[in-house]
């Protein structure tokens, strides 16, 4: 099984700054495989980045996905107060099917 | 407008079963694969099952293989889960949600369960 391991556990900063989240995987992951969400307190997730870093239909252009192996990167380049919520990634394999990290929390600083 | 609904959350002692639901609309739901995912309380996501369009694929978690059961109706456009041996583990908000390429593209607002005596 893999596992993927997000950090940092908790990000703290200001709107208009540049926020890096990562997600690192215990095995190779295809790029194909690798999916980014964002969820809001009290909300469903919503697909942000598929395919590693193909953007999901109406999601802004300062949030980019990349990387390949083991090591994924999720970058919004200038961060905008609506923002500020937790971002899971997770990839399509086997055995389970689907596995999520275990989020990173984006706050304001 | 693509829209998901989920039914038939509550409280249920353990060992007991519910049998969720998912009404989808907006979108042509025969040609899609589906999957049911779950958040504990103040937890991360983690999958429950998968059920391809036509119903020949089907995968479970092993946490959850042996006592749920996902089936889904293309001419009612509906999805469900039929949870039985109900563990408090189980407690959480289910969400059904659309198969897209490698992820999950549209999600319903979910339903909670909670299993307590």
């Known amino acids: 099984e893999i596992v993927l391991t997000q950090s940092p556990g908790t990000l703290s900063l200001f709107p208009g700054e540049r926020a890096t989240l990562s997600c690192r995987a215990s095995?190779?992951?295809?790029?194909?495989?690798l999916t980014w969400y964002q969820q809001k307190p009290g909300q469903a997730p919503r697909l942000l980045i598929y395919?590693?870093?193909t953007r999901a239909t109406g999601i802004p252009d300062r949030f980019s996905g990349s990387g390949s192996g083991t090591d994924f990167t999720l970058t919004i380049s200038r961060l905008e107060p609506e923002d500020f919520a937790v971002y899971y990634c997770?990839?399509?394999?086997?055995?389970?099917?689907?596995?999520f990290g275990q989020g990173t929390k984006l706050e304001i600083k | 407008e693509v829209q998901l609904v989920e039914s038939g959350g509550g409280l249920v002692q353990p060992g007991g079963s519910l049998r969720l639901s998912c009404a989808a609309s907006?979108?042509?739901?025969?040609?899609?694969?589906m999957n049911w995912v779950r958040q504990a309380p103040g937890k991360g996501l983690e999958w429950v099952s998968f059920?391809?369009?036509?119903?020949?694929?089907?995968r479970y978690a092993d946490s959850v293989k042996g006592r749920f059961t996902i089936s889904r109706d293309n001419a009612k456009n509906s999805l469900y889960l039929q949870m039985n041996s109900l563990r408090d583990e189980d407690t959480a908000v289910y969400y059904c949600?659309?198969?897209?390429?490698?992820?999950?593209?549209?999600w319903g607002q979910g339903t909670l369960v909670t299993v307590s005596s």
């Open positions: 949600a659309s198969a897209y390429r490698s992820g999950c593209d549209y």
């Open positions: 907006g979108f042509t739901f025969s040609s899609y694969s």
């Open positions: 059920i391809s369009s036509i119903s020949s694929t089907i």
């Open positions: 095995q190779s992951v295809s790029s194909n495989y």
């Open positions: 395919g590693a870093s």
């Open positions: 997770q990839q399509y394999g086997n055995s389970p099917l689907y596995t």
